[in-house]
């Protein structure tokens, strides 16, 4: 996971999540959790701020939601 991330709001994290299969099962005060239905281990955790996400956190979230690459999660954008 070596290739540099464009800034992302949590909004259109959460949509690409959505076109990977991923639904949203809450929104508990200013986080958003999701699950894949088919893998339940599969939850991830967006937080939702106003401006971009920063990079760490994106990149935890993708490694959370079990993408093997960047790109892979950069072509559900």
């Known amino acids: 996971m070596n290739q540099r ?3 992302l709001t949590a909004k259109e ?3 690409a999540l ?3 299969g991923f639904t949203v099962t809450r929104m508990s005060g200013s986080h958003c ?3 894949h239905p088919g893998e ?3 939850k991830v955790t967006v937080p939702v701020h106003a401006g971009d996400l920063k ?3 994106l990149r935890a979230i ?3 939601a079990g993408f093997t690459s ?4 950069l072509k559900l954008l």
């Open 13 to 15: 994290v959460i949509r």
């Open 33 to 35: 959790r999701l699950v």
């Open 5 to 7: 991330l464009p800034a």
């Open 62 to 64: 993708i490694a959370q």
């Open 70 to 73: 960047v790109a892979e999660f």
């Open 40 to 42: 339940p281990e599969r």
């Open 55 to 57: 990079r760490g956190t």
């Open 18 to 20: 959505e076109r990977a």
